[in-house]
C-alpha cells in the first residue's frame, strides 16, 4: 500500500490510521491503529458498541469503569455502555490497535479531530456531535476508589 492511500488524521495528541471502516466489513466492525505521543489521552465516556483495546507498543493506562490498568502488552474489551478512557503517561510514544462493533467510531473520531484540530472545542459543537454518533462524554475521574492492575 503506498502512503498517499492511508487513510490518517490527527486526534488529540495521537495519530490515527484506519485500518478497516465499516463499508468494508459490512458494517459489523470497525479498526484503528492509534500512535500515541507521550500525554495523549481521550476522554473518559461511553458508547455503544463493544471496543478492544491492544497494546502493541510502549504503555497505555487504561480505564474500563472502576478499574485502572496499565498495559504494556496485550489486549483490553470494553463492552458497550462502560465508562472508559486512555492515556500515555509515559515519556515514550505507544501504539494500540482499536476494534469497535459496528459502524461510526472512524465517522466519530474524524469529526472529533476537525472539532479539535483549532484548540479547545466548542462544548455545543461536540454536545452535538457525540450524540449524533451514540457517544457520552463524562466527567474527568480522579482515580480515587478505582482499583490498579499493571499488565506486561
Not at 489521552?41 to 490498568?69: C, N, Q, W, Y
Not at 470494553?78 to 472508559?84: Q, S, T
Not at 509515559?90 to 494500540?96: G, I, K
Not at 473520531?109 to 466548542?122: H, Q
Request: with cysteine.
Amino acid at each position: 500500500m503506498s502512503t498517499d492511500t492511508v487513510d490518517m488524521f490527527p486526534l488529540m495528541g495521537a495519530q490515527a490510521t484506519v485500518l478497516a471502516a465499516g463499508d468494508t466489513t459490512g458494517d459489523a466492525w470497525e479498526a484503528l491503529q492509534l500512535d500515541l505521543a507521550p500525554g495523549a489521552r481521550s476522554p473518559r465516556h461511553t458508547l455503544g458498541a463493544d471496543k478492544l483495546f491492544a497494546v502493541v507498543g510502549g504503555t497505555v493506562t487504561i480505564e474500563v469503569g472502576d478499574e485502572t490498568r496499565t498495559v504494556s502488552d496485550g489486549p483490553v474489551w470494553i463492552p458497550a455502555g462502560v465508562p472508559h478512557c486512555y492515556r500515555n503517561t509515559s515519556d515514550a510514544p505507544a501504539r494500540m490497535l482499536v476494534v469497535v462493533t459496528g459502524r461510526s467510531q472512524v465517522e466519530f473520531l474524524r469529526g472529533m479531530s476537525r472539532l479539535t484540530a483549532d484548540g479547545p472545542p466548542d462544548p455545543a459543537a461536540v454536545a452535538a456531535h457525540t450524540a449524533a454518533h451514540g457517544v457520552a462524554i463524562l466527567p474527568a475521574g480522579d482515580g480515587a476508589g478505582r482499583s490498579s492492575t499493571t499488565r506486561s
